[in-house]
Nanobody
Framework: QVQLVESGGGSVQSGGSLRLSCVAS???????MGWFRQAPGKEREGVAV???????RFAPSVRGRFTISQTTAKTTVWLQMNSLKPEDTAVYYC????????????????????WGQGTQVTVSS
């Protein structure tokens, strides 16, 4: 059974930074890991993804402000969020895309098989 546990959310002022962590367990083969967010009344959207060889992809709204990285063992994935804006306020989720190959860079929630419980990020102006 795959398990994903996020941490690191909180409240910051506009322009601040936060680092989210996602600890993964329960599987050993190659995969892609993504970060998503969902604001109240809005659909869940992809923020960033990193695949098994370290390639990354970002949503246009966060490109240049957010970075995604992972441990060599791929058991922990981080989302470093800088220059935060009020519109970044949302519940942030990490998710695992276990499709064969591990090279996918999808930002589409439906492509992901397992999800964490989410962590709240609130950015005040």
């Amino acid at each position: 059974q795959v398990q994903l546990v996020e941490s690191g959310g909180g409240s910051v002022q506009s322009g601040g930074s936060l680092r989210l962590s996602c600890v993964a367990s329960g599987y050993t083969y190659s995969y892609s890991m993504g970060w998503f967010r969902q604001a109240p009344g809005k659909e869940r959207e992809g923020v960033a993804v990193i695949n098994s060889v370290g390639s990354t992809r970002f949503a246009p709204s966060v490109r240049g402000r957010f970075t995604i990285s992972q441990t060599t063992a791929k058991t922990t994935v981080w989302l470093q969020m800088n220059s935060l804006k009020p519109e970044d306020t949302a519940v942030y989720y990490c998710a695992a895309d276990l499709r064969v190959g591990g090279l996918w860079l999808s930002l589409t929630p439906a492509d992901y098989n397992y999800w964490g419980q989410g962590t709240q990020v609130t950015v005040s102006s």
